[in-house]
C-alpha cells in the first residue's frame, strides 16, 4: 500500500512538472520564449499507467490466470503469417483465397486497396478487385505492411479509441494472456479485426460441448 502511493506520489509530480519552455527569436532578433503543454487527456492516462499495480494495461480488471497450455512463440508466429497470407490471397483473387469475415472485407475497401466492381459472370452482382493502392501496397514488406493498416485504422471517425487501444497495447507482451472485458466495446470490435488480420492473438477454444469459442 505505501509503495503503491510511493509510486503514484512520484509519477504525478513529475507529470505535473512546469511547462518545458524553448526559446526562439522574433523578427528583431529578440529571444522569445514558447511553452509546451502535455495533453490534459494523456497526462492524466500517463499518469495512471505509470502508477498501476497490475500487469493488465487497461483499467478494471485484474490478472488472467496462466494458461495451462500457453502457446510456443513460433506457434503464435505460424498463426500470424497463416492469418495475414488469407488478407493477401484474397485482395490478389487468388484460387486459394477464403472468404473473409464482412467486417474486413469492409475495411479494404474502407481503406481503398479493394473497390467494388459489377461482378464479370453476373453484372447485376458486386465483386471486390484490388485496386492500384492495392498492388502498391503488396510491394511492401509485411512490416510496412502492417503498419499501413494501423494507419489506416487511426484514420476512422474513432481514432481516439483506435489511439487508446494501441496505447494499451504497447503494455502488453507477447505470449501473455490478456482479459477483453475491460476494454470498450469499440475496442472490443477493434480488437476484432485486429485478430483477422493476424495482429493479436485469439484462437477459437472448444467448449464442453466442442463447440468452438473464444
Known amino acids: 500500500?505505501?509503495?503503491?502511493?510511493?509510486?503514484?506520489?512520484?509519477?504525478?509530480?513529475?507529470?505535473?512538472?512546469?511547462?518545458h519552455k524553448k526559446r526562439r527569436r522574433n523578427g528583431r532578433g529578440q529571444e522569445v520564449a514558447r511553452t509546451f503543454l502535455m495533453n490534459s487527456h494523456f497526462r492524466n492516462g500517463?499518469?495512471?499507467?505509470?502508477s498501476m499495480d497490475q500487469d493488465v494495461p487497461w483499467r478494471g480488471t485484474t490478472k488472467m490466470k496462466p494458461d495451462k497450455s500457453p502457446p510456443a512463440a513460433s506457434a503464435i508466429d505460424k498463426w500470424m503469417h497463416t492469418k495475414w497470407d488469407k488478407v493477401l490471397?484474397?485482395?490478389?483473387?487468388?484460387?486459394?483465397?477464403?472468404?473473409?469475415?464482412?467486417h474486413t472485407q469492409d475495411f479494404?475497401?474502407?481503406?481503398?486497396?479493394?473497390?467494388?466492381?459489377?461482378?464479370d459472370q453476373d453484372r447485376s452482382q458486386e465483386q471486390l478487385k484490388i485496386s492500384s493502392k492495392g498492388y502498391e501496397f503488396l510491394l511492401l514488406s509485411i512490416?510496412?505492411?502492417?503498419?499501413?493498416?494501423?494507419?489506416?485504422?487511426?484514420?476512422?471517425?474513432?481514432?481516439?479509441?483506435?489511439l487508446g487501444f494501441l496505447f494499451q497495447l504497447g503494455y502488453c507482451k507477447v505470449g501473455q494472456d490478456y482479459?477483453?472485458?475491460?476494454?470498450?466495446?469499440?475496442?472490443?470490435?477493434l480488437l476484432q479485426q485486429f485478430v483477422s488480420f493476424g495482429l493479436i492473438y485469439?484462437?477459437?477454444r472448444p467448449d464442453d460441448k466442442g463447440k468452438k469459442k473464444w
Do not use: C
Not at 482479459?179 to 470490435?189: I, T
Open 143 to 162: 512490416h510496412k505492411q502492417m503498419w499501413r493498416f494501423v494507419q489506416e485504422f487511426i484514420t476512422y471517425d474513432n481514432k481516439s479509441e483506435v
Open 108 to 119: 479494404l475497401v474502407h481503406s481503398g486497396l479493394m473497390t467494388s466492381r459489377p461482378s
Open 89 to 102: 490471397y484474397f485482395m490478389v483473387g487468388s484460387p486459394q483465397a477464403e472468404d473473409l469475415p464482412e
Open 1 to 19: 500500500s505505501s509503495s503503491s502511493s510511493s509510486s503514484s506520489s512520484s509519477s504525478s509530480s513529475s507529470l505535473s512538472a512546469p511547462p
Open 46 to 50: 500517463l499518469r495512471r499507467s505509470l
Open 179 to 189: 482479459p477483453v472485458k475491460g476494454l470498450s466495446a469499440s475496442q472490443q470490435d
Open 202 to 204: 485469439r484462437p477459437y
